[in-house]
């Protein structure tokens, strides 16, 4: 049964996921932190957005321990076209099974919430000046999907967890360094 987004997982099984290059990516880590974070579909401009800043200070997050895993609900092909430039795994989740795992949601407040409005401006500005490439027109998991974070440690312990009540309502790259520095022993 999936947790629900007012009950996250406290621990989390050995899993090894593919990611879009083919590398095995083990969750938990047992040599890092893993920010697990669910964004929405693949070319989703609020995602490409907030990606950005996770690229920006890359080398002080793998400073700090911790290793990025970014799961889409998009197939493995239309993925890997729109995250082959960052420097961190990117796994596709079509059939959204991993989402439900961790009882991510969507919702039609993912866009209706005007919180979100800023960074579908900016996102999409971007995109329409071609800095990041457009969405396909239609997504086989919606465009509804709500974004959330996880820190998992390497025994599998979860110490912090956060689902979006919108879809630009997840984890800055401070949030995530301060939960990783409260969550080491």
């Not at 957005?49 to 793998?62: D, G, K, N, T």
Request: charge should be neutral; charged fraction near 20%.
């Amino acid at each position: 049964m999936a947790p629900s987004t007012s009950n996250p997982p406290t621990t989390v099984g050995r899993n090894q996921f593919l990611s879009v290059t083919g590398e095995h990516i083990p969750v938990p880590d047992p040599d890092s932190l893993v920010h697990l974070q669910f964004r929405r579909f693949a070319g989703c401009p609020i995602c490409n957005l907030h990606l950005q800043s996770f690229v920006a200070r890359h080398a002080e997050i793998r400073a700090a321990g911790i290793r990025e895993v970014v799961f889409f609900h998009s197939p493995a092909a239309e993925l890997a076209e729109h995250t082959a430039d960052l420097p961190f795994a990117t796994i596709a989740d079509p059939d959204r099974n991993v989402y439900r795992q961790f009882g991510v949601e969507s919702s039609p407040r993912a866009l209706l919430d005007p919180r979100s409005w800023p960074a579908i401006v900016r996102g999409g500005a971007l995109t329409v000046r071609g800095r990041f490439r457009a969405p396909a027109a239609r997504q086989a998991g919606g465009r509804l999907g709500l974004p959330a974070d996880f820190l998992i440690a390497p025994n599998g312990a979860v110490p912090a967890a956060k689902y979006g009540a919108h879809a630009d309502d997840q984890w800055s790259v401070d949030d995530l360094l301060e939960r990783a520095a409260t969550a080491r022993p």
